[in-house]
Structure formats: C-alpha cells, structure tokens
C-alpha cells in the first residue's frame, strides 16, 4: 500500500498521519504532499521521517490511496490527476461533496453506497459528519421530518491561521485577524461566508449534505452556525421533528447500541458531551435527551465530536478502511497488471 497525504503539514494533514499511526492501517510507504513552499520539510510517521514532496512528484508515484486535505481549490485541480493515474481519492475538501457523481460517505451512515469503481470519495463537512452519524440510526426507526441545528464550532475548524488568532489574542499578542472580530472571550454567529439567501456557506453545506448522506431529499432543515473561543471540538444542539412519536428510553438504547456513539445523559449527575472530554478521541457523543414539550414528535439532542478527528481525519482514513477491507485496492493491482 502506496499511501499520498496531501496537506500534509496542516492541522488535518498531520492528524491524518497521527490517525494512520494509531489505527495501524496499512502504510508500506509513505508520500507526503504539500504546498511548493513545504516541499522538502520532514514529517514524521511512525517513528520515520519523510520528506515532503511535490503534487506531481506524488503523482508519479502513483499511489494506491491518496488523502487530500489542501482546500477545495488545490482538490479541483489535482485530484482528477491522480484518479486518472488509478489513484483512489479521499478528498476532505467541499470541492466535490455535492456532485452527484461523487459518493458523500460517512461510514456508519452510507458505506454501503460505495463501489470499486469510485476513484473519487468526498469527505464531508465536520459538522455534518457528527450528525448524521447520530441522526441516522433514529431516523431509520422513525423517519426525520425537519431538522432545527444550531452548531458551537471551535476554531480548529478554520484552521491553524484561526488558532493562532486565538491564543494571539488570549495572549496579548498582535496576530493576523482570520475572523471580522475578537474571537476570544467572544461568540461569532458566521462560520464561513454569506450567501444571498442570508445564511452562511457552512449552514448551507449541513442542509445539502444531509440530505444527501442520509438519502432524504424532502428533509426540512434550517441551521445556524456559531463560532465559539473553544480551540477544538464541535458542539451542536439539534431539534428533531419525526414523523411519528416516540420514546426517549427507546432513543437512547438505539443511540447507545449504535456504532460510533458514547451517550452520555445523565442530568442529575452533571453528565453531559462537552468539547473538552471530545478531545483526541473519534467518538460521537450525544446526551440531553428530551422531548421538546411544544411537540410530542420532537427530541432535543446535543451533539459533540472531535472536529479534527471524526469530523476530518478519521472519517477519511475510515473510508479507507472500508475500501482496504472490501479489497478495493487488491481489485485495483489485479487490473493493473491485467
């Protein structure tokens, strides 16, 4: 297995390393990518250092797998590149989520829709990712009829410029501005740009890709997006109108015996997600389960998952779990050398 990290030395790229070390997936070689001013930098994996290369070196190479996590822009341009070479792509960028020509896969969701023939895989936004992993279960035993989100995003979620805003601020230091205002000691209801409907490009991805994950064209959604001085973790609170009752005991045993979900619901004793005990782990986790008592078919959740990890590195190196495990890439040798 020739395995390309492309992005290497961001904040996704280096956990995608540290995911691919953990959860001992297998790397016969390593090729990291990144930009032209990083070609030549050393990361490290497993206890080896590597030198970072150019996109067209690695492609050159011609890896079995290639994770991509560069920006929507550089995954437009490269990744049809490296498909065309046999390459498989799993792309963490919005370049491709909503074609439908390109599966959206989270894997407790929809791996099933997966097929050899995909070269090119989206990986979808963090936020989306954490909620449908959550929804899914409950929305296969009674159907979701509308969607209220409103999500508590760090500001890992922007990127190592948003984290040294952060502690620069926190600090007393003069830093770059990546955000219109302060974001420490601060709330910020935007998390990517407007758009002409008056909600944020990020809003607008949980609504569309939501839809698609779970194959739910009709599902009502509406999402605000908020970012908080929290350096990593997403939260989200998320009103959910099915189409028929239900009962809260029954959620939380179809939650607990779900793959990917810790619940944690347990008012009396203070035990709730939290960003901060999301750190570093890859589980979703969900609690303060209750029916909102304006409508007998509605349940309140809150939401919280690493945001670099389920929502970004290990969705991605999950994906390739999935394919390596269905012998996607033993396919892929065997048509090559035919």
Request: hydrophobic share 40%.
């Amino acid at each position: 297995m020739r395995v390309a990290v492309v992005g290497a030395t961001g904040l996704v790229g280096r956990k995608m390393l540290d995911v691919l070390e953990e959860r001992n997936f297998p790397v016969d070689e390593l090729i990291p990518v990144a930009s032209e001013k990083s070609v030549g930098q050393l990361v490290k994996f497993c206890n080896t250092e590597y030198r970072v290369q150019s996109m067209q070196d690695a492609i050159n190479s011609v890896p079995d797998l290639a994770l991509f996590s560069a920006g929507g822009s550089v995954s437009k341009e490269w990744t049809p590149r490296f498909t065309e070479r046999g390459t498989y792509v799993v792309d963490n960028s919005s370049a491709w989520r909503m074609d439908p020509s390109v599966p959206l896969i989270v894997p407790e969701v929809n791996a099933h829709v997966l097929r050899p023939s995909d070269k090119l895989i989206a990986n979808p936004n963090c936020s989306t990712i954490q909620m449908v992993v959550a929804l899914a279960p409950l929305h296969r035993r009674w159907r979701i009829r509308r969607l209220v989100i409103s999500t508590y995003q760090s500001v890992s979620g922007t990127g190592k410029a948003a984290v040294d805003q952060y502690t620069g601020e926190r600090d007393g230091r003069d830093v770059k501005k990546v955000y219109p205002h302060p974001i420490f000691e601060n709330c910020i209801p935007q998390c990517d740009i407007f758009l002409d409907n008056g909600y944020t490009r990020e809003e607008m991805k949980m609504v569309n890709e939501t839809r698609k994950i779970m194959e739910a064209p009709d599902i009502a959604i509406t999402a605000t997006a908020v970012r908080v001085p929290v350096l990593g973790g997403h939260s989200e609170s998320v009103n959910v109108e099915f189409e028929s009752d239900f009962d809260v005991q029954e959620v939380r045993d179809i939650l607990a015996a779900s793959r990917g979900i810790i619940v944690q619901d347990d008012p009396a004793t203070h035990l709730y997600p939290m960003a901060l005990y999301a750190h570093d782990t890859d589980a979703v986790y969900i609690g303060r389960l209750r029916k909102d008592e304006g409508n007998p078919r509605t349940l309140n959740l809150w939401i919280v998952a690493d945001n670099l990890r389920k929502g970004a590195a290990t969705n991605a190196i999950q994906i390739a779990e999935f394919m390596y495990q269905s012998a996607y890439f033993t396919q892929q040798k065997a048509e090559l050398i035919a």
